[in-house]
């Protein structure tokens, strides 16, 4: 369907802040639903943030307030701005398209991409 290629991860101590970007290729993103979703060793896959085409933005209650979902349709690239990281934030970052909002936010969505690993060290 589309292409998603993240980027951005690594190492970050404490209260740091870190972006990470999902590109995507072969469809344009400004008509899709975008949603960050992350997977920490041991754990299941959670909802972090999610973008709607008119901009609207929603965020799990763990990241309100720290992290800032957006998208950049001219560079097709959708971003997730992380603040005061913690460790409870480390983990496999994934970023995922979908028709509506409720696909994406139930991990439902069309295309995935591999993902990118946020560390906070502490």
């Known amino acids: 369907q589309v292409q998603l290629v993240e980027s951005g991860g690594g190492l970050v101590q404490a209260g740091g802040s870190l972006r990470v970007s999902c590109a995507a290729s072969g469809r344009t993103l400004s008509s899709y639903a975008m949603g960050w979703f992350r997977q920490a060793p041991g754990k299941e896959r959670e909802f972090v943030a999610a973008i709607v085409p008119g901009g609207r933005t929603s965020y799990a209650d763990s990241v309100k307030g720290r992290f800032t979902i957006s998208r950049d349709n001219a560079k097709n690239t959708v971003y997730l701005q992380m603040n005061r990281l913690g460790p409870e934030d480390t983990a496999f970052y994934c970023?995922?398209?979908?028709?509506?909002?409720?696909?994406?936010?139930?991990?439902?969505?069309?295309?995935w991409g591999q993902g990118t690993q946020v560390t906070v060290s502490s």
């Open positions: 970023c995922a398209a979908a028709p509506s909002f409720n696909i994406v936010t139930l991990g439902l969505a069309d295309s």
